[in-house]
């Protein structure tokens, strides 16, 4: 991906819930995820304040909180085949 359009998944894993459509790497299958960086989601999810610092758009891998299968999670920035906005906080 285009580090343009890493940075806005990013500005929106932030704000709200992204479903994240990426190609597994260990058995090559399709993963679809609800995920988000949102603080207020996360505290609502996990109990606890947690601070999402800034997130590096050149990195390979990016974390996230896995809305579906309520814990964290990451995927290769490379393996990501599609991404939309699916809830804004």
Not at 8 to 32: P, Q
Not at 67 to 76: E, I
Request: glycine share 6%; aromatic share 6%.
């Amino acid at each position: 991906m285009l580090p343009a359009v890493v940075n806005d998944l990013i500005k929106h894993l932030k704000e709200g819930v992204v479903e994240v459509t990426f190609e597994k790497i260990n058995n090559g299958g399709t993963r679809v995820m609800p995920c988000t960086l949102n603080p207020k989601i996360l505290e609502s999810e996990t109990g606890k304040s947690v601070l999402v610092g800034s997130v590096d758009p050149s990195s390979s891998h990016i974390a996230v909180w896995g809305m579906d299968v309520k814990a964290w999670r990451s995927f290769r920035v490379s393996t990501v085949t599609s991404w939309k906005p699916i809830r804004e906080e």
